[in-house]
């Protein structure tokens, strides 16, 4: 079985600065993208970074300059360094990893838990 545990959210004023992390573990083949979503309340879920195995990242508009996800291949970790946190930055983070668990295995999408992340003006 596979599973994703995120962990680093957390309250920060404006301005501030959190770490988001995520791991994969179980049997996991290999990984490919992976990435972070959010959802605010009364609203849809929307990505907000992702990052492909050789490291190539992509940005929501809205977050390019401020957040920067990385990847460590060798222990199935992404991460998301938030940085000149706003308001409206605040939403329950989702991480997303596409893996295989064999070899023969199609690739599926994996959502962790979610976690919490909340900007005081």
């Known amino acids: 079985q596979v599973q994703l545990v995120e962990s680093g959210g957390g309250l920060v004023q404006a301005g501030g600065s959190l770490r988001l992390s995520c791991a994969a573990s179980?049997?996991?083949?290999?990984?490919?993208?992976m990435g972070w979503h959010r959802q605010a309340p009364g609203q849809q879920r929307e990505l907000v970074a992702t990052?492909?195995?050789?490291?190539?990242?992509n940005y929501a508009d809205s977050v390019k300059g401020r957040f920067t996800i990385s990847r460590d291949n060798a222990n199935n970790t992404v991460s998301l360094q938030m940085n000149s946190l706003k308001p409206e930055d605040t939403a329950v983070y989702y991480c997303?990893?596409?893996?295989?668990?064999?070899?023969?295995?199609?690739?599926?999408?994996?959502w962790g838990q979610g976690t919490q992340v909340t900007v005081s003006s």
């Open positions: 997303l990893a596409y893996m295989k668990y064999a070899p023969w295995s199609r690739a599926g999408a994996y």
């Open positions: 179980g049997s996991i083949f290999s990984i490919g993208a």
């Open positions: 990052i492909t195995s050789s490291g190539s990242a």
